[in-house]
C-alpha cells in the first residue's frame, strides 16, 4: 500500500465508503468517482492529478499540504496559477503550448538513457552524410540546382 493510501484509510476515521467520498466531493464541485476513491484507498493508483488530491483534502479531514508530501510531490500550498495580465493576448493555440508546458514540466523526469526532447535512446551522435541530413544537398560532382 502506498503512504498516499495508507494516509487516506488513517483520515478516514469516519469510516466512508468509497462512494460516501466520491458523493461528498461531487457536491463539493470535484469531478471524482467512486472507483477512483475505492484504488486510492486500497492503494491501487497511479500518480494522483491535483483535482484527486483537492478533492480528498476537501472530504477527508487532511490537509492537502500532507496529501502531496504523502504521494512525494511538493508539499507547499499554493493558490493555482494565475498568468500575468499580459496573457490575455495570447492566442488559443498559444495558450495550449503555455498550457503543455507547464504539463511537460510537471511531468516525472525521463527514465535515465532516454531524451526529455523526443523520448529516444540517447547515445553517440552518428555522423551523417549531407544528403542524409538534407536530400536536396548536392554530392560530391553534383551540379547544384538551378535556382527558381
Do not use: W
Not at 488559443?92 to 507547464?102: G, L, N, S, T
Amino acid at each position: 500500500m502506498s503512504a498516499l493510501s495508507e494516509l487516506l484509510v488513517r483520515a478516514n476515521s469516519a469510516g466512508l465508503s468509497a462512494r460516501a467520498i466520491a458523493r461528498q466531493a461531487q457536491q463539493a464541485g470535484f469531478s471524482i468517482n467512486h472507483d477512483t476513491a475505492a484504488r486510492y484507498l486500497r492503494g491501487d493508483h497511479g500518480r494522483p492529478d491535483e483535482e484527486t488530491l483537492r478533492a480528498f483534502a476537501q472530504v477527508l479531514p487532511v490537509r492537502l499540504s500532507e496529501l502531496r508530501s504523502a504521494a512525494q510531490l511538493p508539499a507547499e500550498e499554493t493558490e493555482p496559477y494565475q498568468p500575468p495580465a499580459e496573457a490575455s493576448r495570447l492566442s488559443r493555440r498559444q495558450r495550449r503550448a503555455v498550457d503543455e508546458i507547464i504539463r511537460a514540466m510537471l511531468e516525472s523526469p525521463a527514465p535515465t538513457g532516454v531524451t526529455e526532447l523526443d523520448g529516444r535512446r540517447a547515445g553517440p551522435a552518428r555522423r551523417r552524410s549531407p544528403r542524409q541530413r538534407d536530400p536536396k544537398a548536392a554530392r560530391r560532382g553534383d551540379t547544384e540546382p538551378p535556382a527558381k
